[in-house]
């Protein structure tokens, strides 16, 4: 896409946000968050987006405000004094904040704004310019949750690179390998294709590198991962993916493995074996192909989110798997899946709750597993498009377990 | 160390943050974030870690409560319902929260907890038990910027790794090859060796995984991160870090790059260049070197880390430099260095209104830089630890301009 195409993609999320803000009683949003910024501006350089709900959106930027000039796709302002912030948008946005009445409502991504941040500037919305800093950010990421065919091919673009990388490093991976020395040959292989080095979440205290490679009793480990398979990690400071055990012959490998490419990241799972799997890890594996096509089969506009998570469960209780789905015990993660995009725990979730229907446009990782406590986790994970014929896979990794 | 020495170790953390409490008005602290939770438990698990001025902690564990048990020095015990955790501190903590008189202010840390989060514990507190929530993240921070014995061992593993892997990619560093290629060799070299993939900051919207590596031009732009020099970038949601440029004969390259072993984070830079330096820049490089000198001999006990920063920007200066030191025009940083420890952005920081004192035990990384746009930057960053003595380097990398 050139630039003048790209303004276009950038002019109708802002168009987008704007729609929704009514509805959500909000009358702006001042976006704080560098992936949020990114995907309302075109740049992550520092600052904030002040969106009007009527009108043009500025950005107003801390460093480096060359940078932001360059690359953005809505007008760029330095910020300036951050201590008159409030009066710098009063005197840029007079019809919105000069009307009087009922306090101007402004929102702001609650979700992930540091609580000193949040008072900081609350305190310098009201006394600056008489306005009310609520929670805005339900709202963004219920519009990031419908891809643009843009965001979809920069989805596909990482997906090719994690398929490639997975075809490159598979003859590497030999009994006595550690996870650690594999999950090297693999990042590397990850890191030359572009790969930003990050998959971003937005919750809280996680993070993910590039995700995790787990064999065995190590891939069965319970984490504080918000997933079915954490991994054992490299100790307690570091608990989580590889570890330093030895792959050995037999055993499940869960490779739990995705990248980012241009700020949009891909999730996959693939399990492989050297050798041959137990009886019952290789039912349980052909379990989760079949609650993968299942899914699959209702992956259709319409369908809610919370229905996929209710059928996978009975699908895994009636193959007698129901104690080993997503995780043991009280580890158990209660999920089948979540959006995905810049961030990979996105909007929707495939969970009790989530009531919300899938729409078109709509990117979802969908990833059943079973865990065996000290045998290994077993499992598929894709990321399928959401369009009116029904699901598209945009993971391009075969399917099927992989013997070594 | 053995599990006991640890187990002190970690008592002598308690101790030290309890005894902290009082001057600073606080009679409790609720623990949040993931990198604080490991420091105060010695394990990063999911929960919340309560520390009473007085008497024994609890670590209050979502999941895994079998991994945190397995692991914590202190007492575990599961979380149970979000929703009662205000009546569950009030059951667990009679003498504490019972009293009656003054609220009880808990103490977390405001500068990372997400405002919806904060909102929520702060209701859940005050309806529960009747404690007021407050920022706690100063006691928190200046307790961590002393390190102990064991602390320090860690740092110098990671010192070891990074030296260890720049000495094998280096000779892969050729004319030709393009930033992110070279970074992939590092990065794997790095990985091998127990890197755990990430260097965590506590700053919001900052991101680091191994740091940087900027040849020419490209070491020279501006950038969001909150430094001398960020990097040009994958691309404007990657904005920082290596590029697909090609390094040239003759330019400086700039090799940023640490790594975090066991959760403890190291940070050095050194040049290297293919061919010579022009001579100006070479000149550059050799204040860099004299300006870090100079700063060694001010890492004593007693003196202020603001004079660090103001002595560093008058030698540059003296030397015709001062528009090149710590990047360029309105994209300055105005810093000479930083703690360093679980995170890279630590307390102390060498910068103005940073008026305390250096004290035995502080690990500081300083990095003295020179930037010149369209040209490149060069500097060097060494890690040092605070002894009554003065300072002694932790990083172990050779101190040269590295010529290829």
Redesign the interface.
């Known amino acids: 896409m050139d630039r003048e195409q790209l303004a276009q993609e950038w002019a109708a999320r802002i168009a987008r946000l704007q729609q929704a803000m009514a509805p959500e009683g909000l009358d702006a949003l001042l976006v704080?968050?560098?992936v949020d910024i990114?995907y309302t501006s075109?740049?992550?350089?520092?600052g904030y987006v002040l969106i009007p709900a009527h009108g043009e959106p500025t950005y107003y930027v801390r460093?480096?405000?060359?940078?932001a000039g360059r690359?953005a796709y809505i007008r760029v302002a330095p910020l300036g004094s951050l201590r008159r912030l409030g009066e710098t948008l009063a005197a840029d946005y007079p019809e919105l904040f000069g009307a009087g009445g009922a306090a101007v409502r402004v929102g702001?991504e609650?979700?992930?704004?540091?609580?000193?941040?949040?008072?900081k500037l609350a305190e310098l919305l009201r006394t600056g310019c008489g306005a009310e800093l609520v929670?805005g950010?339900a709202l963004l990421r219920t519009a990031r949750m419908r891809k643009s065919a843009y965001e979809v091919g920069r989805i596909e673009a990482a997906a090719a690179a994690a398929a490639e990388a997975l075809t490159h490093a598979l003859p590497l991976l030999r009994e006595g390998v550690t996870e650690?020395?594999w999950?090297?040959?693999l990042?590397?292989e990850l890191?030359?294709r572009?790969h930003?080095?990050?998959m971003?979440m937005r919750a809280?205290?996680q993070?993910i590198?590039?995700g995790m490679v787990g064999a065995g009793a190590a891939a069965a480990?319970?984490?504080?991962f918000?997933g079915p398979a954490g991994g054992l990690g490299?100790?307690?400071?570091?608990?989580q993916?590889v570890s330093?055990r030895p792959i050995r012959r037999g055993e499940p490998i869960l490779i739990d493995v995705g990248c980012?490419i241009?700020?949009?990241v891909i999730d996959q799972t693939r399990t492989a074996v050297i050798g041959e799997l137990p009886g019952h890890l290789a039912a349980a594996y052909a379990s989760s192909e079949r609650l993968l096509r299942a899914a699959e089969s209702r992956l259709l506009p319409g369908t809610p989110c919370s229905e996929l998570y209710v059928h996978a469960l009975a699908e895994a209780e009636e193959a007698g798997l129901a104690g080993h789905f997503m995780g043991w015990n009280?580890?158990q993660a209660r999920f089948l899946g979540h959006g995905i995009g810049?961030e990979v725990d996105e909007w929707p979730v495939l969970a009790r709750g989530f009531d919300l229907s899938l729409e078109p446009g709509m990117v979802l990782a969908v990833e059943p597993k079973f865990t065996f406590p000290g045998e290994g986790v077993v499992g598929i994970e894709n990321t399928y498009l959401i369009t009116p014929q029904g699901p598209r896979a945009l993971t391009r990794s075969p399917e099927r377990l992989i013997v070594l």
């Open positions: 704080t968050q560098h990114y075109g740049s992550m350089q520092a460093r480096s405000v060359d940078r690359e702001a609650l979700d992930v704004l540091p609580a000193q941040q949040y008072l929670d950010s650690l020395e999950m090297a040959e990042e590397y890191r030359r572009g930003v080095g990050v971003r809280y205290n993070e590198m590039t480990e319970p984490s504080a918000d490299l100790g307690p400071a570091a608990p993916s330093r980012c241009d700020g949009y009280r580890d810049l």
